[in-house]
């Protein structure tokens, strides 16, 4: 199978794909290009029936409660912070089950209460953990927020609070192991030489933990004072870009580990995404504006929702990042409910839409909807895994293959799903729209063509009816008897005995997502 390149631009209407060479819009000729990724062939609910609960078994029948983080383990299995249960949970399989965590109390809600507790990890508790991370040895490291600690869970099965207060008081300082303190960290990360990194939310700092456990702040304090209600001020975060030593964050949720050994950054209360080379002591923007105006009776920068130009782009409260094989970077867009993808210095969108839609859907990457998506993670096979928090579930992206007998000798082709469709005549490009033969492109869908006269056809599939008429644009499509019209660009067309219609306009309406790929001349339906 040939896995496609190509990263996915979205803007208010639709979604538009571009690849390398071409603009997927099934129109040929289009000289648009953009950075290289991989398009996603479906998003699918891979863990959770959506329910609010606690419950272990079948990946289909378990429910969670808002998880907010997640890992691939060394051995493929998935680790899962479910944060409002106060549990990490694991997927292995087709089985969900606690990996460690114990519930004490519901409270007067009925809700899970967390606490903190160290000891064997079926007996330790845990307080709103969100992000994970494991070292070379196997350990895995825990932000646990309410807790204001980092936890670890050794091969062994223990848990110990590696650094902040058994107590799970909030602070600031810096020091050795429980000597420590933090404010609400959001997620942590392990370098190759077992130093930790850190992302301090409420503290509005990336600290870092050497490996016998001293903690270190990297960056400055924020100073940055916001009137609310009555009058009075209240410290946030804030925003400057230069020496780490002397940078400014606000509220950073999520950090990732480049093959460099540096580290990105969802600085989420300033809207952007920021980059901290540690070999140069330097913080950069590297999407989002340079210029963050940050007015002092608001706490955060303003969001909003652009792909492009990574300069010129917008988020709304970003998160979850997680680096892809070829050096992209997911984000976790939380409240646009979309994941978004950094290269090449471009920003584009893979789930989700610019309107901020809100549900629970499965499909293609351009009718995926999501809620609140909170963290992100990529397996050795480059599979996507997406902390859906809000619907309560753990989704995946699986990439398209074109089918491997595909061959790329310059004529168009078409494929629908894995499967190339054959047609008895050549398909044909006229201004720029991939012609092809109806009766061919039809039957492949599960239409059947049958002749109204000699000018007029109609396709019938179910409670579904389109007519088409030779040499005219307009269309009439019955649905379980309700008539609508609509008018393609390029009217249908016969030449030597054979039907044309334009791919793009046919296959939408009847319920394809078409694509194009002008590497290999192929439009794509799925």
């Not at 040929?28 to 609960?53: D, E, L, R, Y």
């Not at 030489?193 to 870092?208: F, K, S």
């Not at 804030?238 to 964050?249: R, W």
Request: aromatic share 8%; proline share 3%.
């Amino acid at each position: 199978m040939r896995r496609l390149r190509a990263v996915f631009i979205c803007t208010v209407a639709s979604f538009t794909l571009f690849s390398a060479s071409s603009v997927y819009s099934a129109e040929v000729n289009s000289s648009v290009k953009g950075a290289t990724g991989n398009p996603i062939s479906t998003i699918a609910t891979w863990s959770g029936n959506g329910q609010f609960g606690n419950s272990n078994g079948a990946t289909s029948e378990v429910m969670y409660r808002a998880p907010q983080g997640i890992i691939v383990a060394a051995d493929g299995s998935i680790l899962i912070a479910d944060t409002l249960n106060h549990l990490i949970r694991q997927l292995k399989g087709n089985q969900v089950t606690t990996f460690a965590g114990l519930t004490l109390n519901l409270d007067e809600k009925g809700l899970p209460e967390g606490g903190i507790s160290d000891g064997k990890k079926d007996k330790s508790v845990f307080q709103n953990p969100k992000g994970l991370a494991t070292d070379a040895n196997g350990n895995l490291f825990i932000a646990d927020n309410s807790n204001n600690a980092i936890r670890k869970i050794d091969k062994a099965g223990n848990v110990t609070t590696f650094a902040g207060n058994v107590e799970g008081l909030q602070g600031s300082a810096d020091g050795k192991g429980q000597l420590a303190s933090f404010n609400h960290p959001s997620d942590v990360v392990v370098a190759a030489n077992g130093r930790m990194y850190v992302a301090d939310t409420l503290n509005h700092a990336i600290r870092t933990i050497s490996p016998e456990g001293v903690v270190s702040t990297l960056n400055a304090t924020s100073n940055r004072s916001v009137v609310i209600t009555g009058g009075q001020a209240d410290l946030a975060g804030d925003y400057k870009d230069g020496k780490l030593s002397e940078a400014l964050f606000n509220e950073p949720t999520s950090i990732a580990l480049d093959a460099k050994g540096n580290l990105y950054v969802s600085d989420t209360g300033n809207q952007r995404i920021r980059y901290i080379d540690l070999a140069a002591g330097m913080v950069t923007t590297v999407a989002g504006s340079k210029e963050v105006d940050l007015v002092s009776t608001e706490y955060y920068a303003e969001a909003g929702f652009e792909d492009g130009a990574a300069g010129k782009t917008q988020f709304n409260f970003p998160k979850g990042l997680a680096l892809s094989a070829e050096g992209g970077l997911y984000i976790a867009d939380s409240q646009n409910n979309a994941i978004r993808y950094l290269f090449n210095n471009r920003v584009s969108t893979v789930a989700g839409d610019a309107l901020g839609t809100f549900g629970d859907q499965d499909g293609t990457e351009r009718y995926t909807v999501l809620t609140n998506p909170t963290d992100v993670a990529v397996n050795s096979a480059g599979d996507l895994f997406i902390a859906d928090s809000y619907n309560n579930k753990i989704k995946k992206a699986s990439f398209y293959q074109l089918p491997a007998s595909l061959k790329n000798d310059g004529s168009i082709h078409v494929v629908n799903g894995s499967t190339e469709v054959t047609f008895d005549a050549k398909t044909q490009n006229i201004k720029g729209r991939v012609m092809v033969p109806i009766r061919a492109i039809t039957e492949a869908l599960g239409y059947k063509v049958v002749p109204v006269s000699s000018t007029v056809m109609s396709l019938t599939k179910g409670t579904t009816t389109i007519e088409l008429t030779i040499g005219n644009e307009s269309v009439k499509t019955t649905i379980d008897g309700v008539v609508t019209t609509s008018k393609m660009d390029t009217v249908p067309f016969i030449t030597d005995l054979h039907t044309y219609v334009p791919v793009r306009f046919l296959s939408e309406q009847l319920g394809k997502q078409v694509d194009w790929t002008g590497e290999y001349q192929t439009v794509i339906l799925r």
